[in-house]
């Protein structure tokens, strides 16, 4: 057993497991997809960590972008009761590490990224891991990715203060969203939501406590105020 696989099988048993997380082929993914590919060289040691990890910098503005903790990554995808038959749309999927966890989980997953330069890393690993049922589309997030759905599941890879109805359009009947949502932009610190559409109807409930970075393109329509 390499370090590193020592590493991940410590990750599921003392980050994942006792954070309610029971999904068995969930807990298997976890325990053998190597995390270590999907962030920067310099970063590699520190990929088990119960932290969320930066994997592109913060440039002309726009946030910096990271994967989630492995904890809110696992319970996050949990939330979606994510079936063999689904197809999935993974939201800033970054450098498609919770994009090849869905893999696994799913009969076809699209990651969609606005970053081509975490796009084409995402695709990289994808490839070397053999996943063939997952792709890595570029695009702004909030927009999704109609042509390729509708999908039954959706997953938000960061926090952002509202779910836009550009995406929740995008479920089929029967369709999930899960999404770190806070009480206003910016924020790092919100619950984990899950939508699901029934016909015509939507539903939102807030399940767990959750930490993310922020995600891109997610600033809520102003408001007036009198």
């Known amino acids: 057993m390499t370090g590193y696989e020592a590493q991940r099988i410590a990750m599921v048993e003392s980050q994942v497991r006792p954070n309610e997380v029971t999904d068995p082929a969930l807990l298997r993914a976890m325990r053998t ?6 962030v920067l060289p310099a970063f590699q040691k520190l990929a088990y960590m119960d932290e969320s990890i930066e994997v592109f910098p913060s440039i002309d503005g726009a946030p910096a972008r990271y994967l989630l903790s492995p904890m809110v990554q696992a319970r996050l995808i949990q939330l979606a ?3 063999p038959g689904d197809n999935v749309l993974d939201v800033g999927c970054a450098t498609g590490y919770a994009t090849a966890i869905l893999a696994q989980l799913a009969a076809t997953v699209i990651g969609l990224e606005p970053e081509p330069e975490l ?10 891991l053999g996943l063939a049922n997952a792709g890595i589309v570029e695009g702004p997030l909030a927009a999704g990715r109609p042509a390729e759905g509708p999908y039954d599941v959706i997953v938000l890879e960061g926090s952002v203060a509202e779910v836009p109805e550009s995406l929740l359009a995008q479920l089929t009947d029967g369709g ?11 924020m790092r610190q919100g619950k984990a939501n899950l939508f699901v559409r029934v016909g015509d109807e939507l539903s939102g409930v807030a399940h767990f406590d959750a930490g993310a970075y922020p995600l891109p393109g997610f600033v809520p329509a102003p408001s007036f105020v009198f």
């Open 176 to 186: 999930r969203l899960v999404a770190v949502v806070t009480s206003r932009p910016n």
């Open 81 to 83: 009761e994510v079936e």
């Open 119 to 128: 796009a084409q890393a995402a695709r990289e690993a994808l490839i070397g």
């Open 33 to 38: 997809l190597p995390r270590e590919r999907f």
